[in-house]
């Protein structure tokens, strides 16, 4: 089945340590991006990919890091989560440029992440 | 910079047509996708739009004018499970999407 994963679903953790949420997408997609979405603000693009070695920010990438090693992985890493992260997360991929379905992202199931 | 407006809520009627906004201010432009989310789970694609004019997918439609910097979504024949939020995202220069604050849609018998 194609999809995008996401790991874990949701997560309470505390200020400052570091946490990696994964990634994966089974679509040999392209482009990856990662979204954060808060009441009233909407969903905001936190970093993207456009394929691997290749990645950069969005409208929110402050207190985030991503790595894009491989095509089918995208973790985000918060090195120092503060309580401003919590957050439901999600995670996207879209074929590449040159594909006619390129304008679709498929979006993973999302992860809750609470920072205390 | 990038801004996009679209209402907060809408009220339609089971059987009726709805037509949600959305205006965008942006910095270079690659095209206007609406999407759908229920609550609690993640948005899921319905349209795409880079050209003016009207594209049509069943019940859903989206339109598109770039030199208004404007779009809609319009949904017929609504049906209760069509209760949801209604997301309007613009990709614009460097392949960056920056979505709306989203349109929830309540559907009434």
């Known amino acids: 089945e194609a999809q995008v994963t996401q790991n874990p679903r949701y997560l309470i953790t505390v200020t400052g340590k570091k946490l990696t949420v994964t990634c994966s997408q089974n679509?040999?997609?392209?482009?990856m991006s990662w979204y954060r979405q808060d009441p009233g603000l909407g969903l905001r693009q936190i970093y993207y990919?456009?394929?691997?070695?290749?990645?950069d920010k969005g409208d929110v990438p402050e207190g985030y890091k991503v790595s894009r090693k491989e095509k089918r992985n995208f973790p985000l890493i918060l090195e120092s989560p503060s309580p401003n992260q919590t957050s439901l997360y999600f995670c996207?991929?879209?074929?590449?440029?040159?594909?006619?379905?390129?304008?679709?992202?498929?979006f993973g199931p999302g992860t809750r992440l609470t920072v205390l | 910079g990038q801004n996009i407006d679209q209402p907060t809520e809408m009220t339609a009627t089971e059987g009726a047509i709805v037509q949600i906004n959305c205006t965008y201010q942006t910095s270079g432009f690659n095209g206007l996708f609406w999407y759908q989310q229920h609550a609690g789970e993640a948005p899921t694609f319905l349209s795409y739009n880079v050209l003016d004019g009207l594209e049509e997918k069943g019940r859903f439609s989206s339109f598109l004018s770039r030199s208004k910097g404007y779009s809609y979504l319009l949904l017929k024949e609504l049906q209760m499970k069509d209760s949801a939020s209604y997301l309007c995202?613009?990709?614009?220069?460097?392949?960056?999407?920056?979505f709306g604050i989203g349109t929830k849609l309540q559907v009434i018998p």
């Open positions: 990919s456009m394929n691997v070695e290749v990645t």
């Open positions: 995202a613009v990709r614009g220069g460097y392949q960056k999407v920056t």
């Open positions: 996207a991929s879209s074929p590449s440029l040159s594909s006619d379905d390129y304008n679709e992202q498929f």
């Open positions: 679509m040999n997609h392209e482009y």
